[in-house]
């Protein structure tokens, strides 16, 4: 049924466009069949794969980088008082920072290069997470602590059995939120200092007034981050539920 209301949606959604399309300038306002044209071309010329598979590798390598490192301060700061005093005002100056203030500074300090799109992407995600996991890590069932202690369980124990299991929802949530984030902030990254990617190829289309390229580019992107939501995220957040 879910499957069909989403279908639905999409579908009248398409017949909105169409419509429209039909009463505007297709100059500002491509067809659905145009853009599926151009989506058909830059496939076989191999361009759209290539840049969807770079900007994917991007997206993936600062996604992962962010959780760890997020998530690891974030059950710091959850589990310590005395470090979250100490990080809770450098975490909110970075949480409140505008991503193009990060983007543009790890550019000029370590230059034009993937590490420093890379380390942007994470750095502008990277917060979200420690928050979203110190809230996790400060409300742990002070029961299963107990427990824990009385059967005496070591701290690999403990970290399976006890914390990774409360903090699984918190860490869905943190990822599911994030990687909406990510993408976005992985196109302006390439947008500004990379050679490749979709964010490239939307700047390249920019300057040729190409509209019916940038919403060729966008919609894929968009659809294949959409299955990877579908596929991974919200089968974890059902598994997630399923154990609160």
């Known amino acids: ?14 017949a909105a466009w169409w419509a429209a399309s039909r009463f505007t300038d297709l100059r500002t306002l491509p067809s659905p069949e145009a853009v599926a044209a151009f989506v058909v071309r830059e496939t076989q010329s191999g361009d759209l794969p290539r840049n969807v598979g770079i900007t994917l590798a991007r997206v993936a390598a600062s996604f ?8 690891l301060l974030g059950i ?18 970075l949480l409140n920072t505008p991503a193009l203030v990060i983007t543009v500074l790890a550019y000029i300090w370590l230059g034009l290069t993937e590490t420093a799109a ?5 750095l502008n995600k990277m917060p979200n997470v ?22 005496r369980y070591d701290r690999r124990t403990w970290i399976r059995h006890v914390l990774l299991p409360q903090l699984e929802p918190f860490a869905v949530a943190a990822a599911r939120s994030g ?42 992107f968009s659809a294949v981050m959409l299955a990877a939501d579908t596929l991974l ?12």
């Open 1 to 14: 049924m879910a499957v069909a209301t989403r279908l639905l949606s999409a579908l009248l959604l398409l």
């Open 233 to 244: 995220l919200q089968p974890l957040d059902a598994h997630a539920r399923r154990w609160r």
């Open 76 to 93: 710091l700061l959850g589990r310590s008082r005395s470090a979250d005093r100490l990080l809770d005002t450098p975490l909110l100056v």
């Open 130 to 151: 420690a928050v979203i996991m110190r809230e996790g890590a400060r409300g742990l069932d002070p029961g299963l602590e107990e427990m824990a202690r009385a059967f």
């Open 64 to 71: 992962l980088l962010a959780m760890a490192t997020g998530a």
């Open 179 to 220: 990687l909406s984030l990510a993408w976005k902030i992985v196109l302006v990254v390439e947008l500004l200092g990379r050679p490749n990617g979709v964010g490239y190829a939307i700047s390249y289309y920019f300057q040729l007034f190409d509209v019916t390229a940038l919403f060729g580019y966008s919609l894929v």
């Open 118 to 122: 890379i380390l942007a992407v994470a």
